[in-house]
């Protein structure tokens, strides 16, 4: 799983003023792949496992912080979705 530390370093953020923000992005990026069928307690994370869950804290800091664009929301859906494909769990 994604620690403060690297959220923090994806995000280029060096203060302490968001931490507490971070987590709770951190928590809800491994909430939100796990209910979309991506087992999240495999031990190591894969990597496109653990680039798609900074990529989606990074999308949750950029809406809090001052909106998106439509389009913004587009390229993170695909980028995740792509990196997280291979991992999910399907069920018919």
């Known amino acids: 799983m994604a620690t403060l530390t690297e959220a923090k370093r994806h995000l280029r953020i060096t203060e302490g003023d968001f931490d507490t923000e971070i987590q709770g992005f951190i928590a809800a990026a491994v909430d939100h792949l796990r209910s979309i069928g991506v087992d999240m ?11 798609a ?40």
């Open 53 to 92: 869950t900074l990529l989606l804290v990074g999308h949750f800091f950029d809406v809090n912080r001052d909106g998106t664009q439509e389009n913004d929301l587009r390229t993170a859906t695909i980028s995740i979705n792509r990196l997280v494909a291979p991992y999910r769990e399907v069920s018919l």
């Open 41 to 51: 307690t495999a031990t190591p994370i894969p990597p496109a496992i653990h680039q």
